[in-house]
Nanobody, 115 residues
Framework: QVQLVESGGGLVQAGGSLRLSCTAS????????MGWYRQAPGKQRDLVAG???????NYADSVKGRFTISRNITRNTMYLQMNSLKPEDTAVYYC?????????WGQGTQVTVSS
């Protein structure tokens, strides 16, 4: 059973930056894709950014140009660099990883952006 552990969340002022990390208990090389999702209170969980095994990335329109997803296979870790943060980015951010028949989720990390 693979475990995903997020870290790096916190409180930041608008315009600031944070870097989230998602470390897997095993190799991330076998994942077909990985991604970051977020869920604000009373809202659904939405995809923020994704990266495939071929390192193809995609982003939600709301974060394009501000967020960057990346991964380090040797460290079994995926990252989300978040710049120019806005209050509307406030949410719990979840790490996600896909294998052909299994989906894994982390426990989430809170990101709060103050105005």
């Amino acid at each position: 059973q693979v475990q995903l552990v997020e870290s790096g969340g916190g409180l930041v002022q608008a315009g600031g930056s944070l870097r989230l990390s998602c470390t897997a208990s095993g190799s991330i090389f076998s994942f077909r894709a990985m991604g970051w999702y977020r869920q604000a209170p009373g809202k659904q969980r939405d995809l923020v950014a994704g990266i495939t095994a071929e390192s193809i990335t995609n982003y939600a329109d709301s974060v394009k140009g501000r967020f960057t997803i990346s991964r380090n296979i040797t460290r079994n870790t995926m990252y989300l660099q978040m710049n120019s943060l806005k209050p509307e980015d406030t949410a719990v951010y979840y790490c996600n990883a896909l294998r052909p028949s299994t989906t894994y989720w982390g426990q989430g990390t809170q990101v709060t952006v103050s105005s």
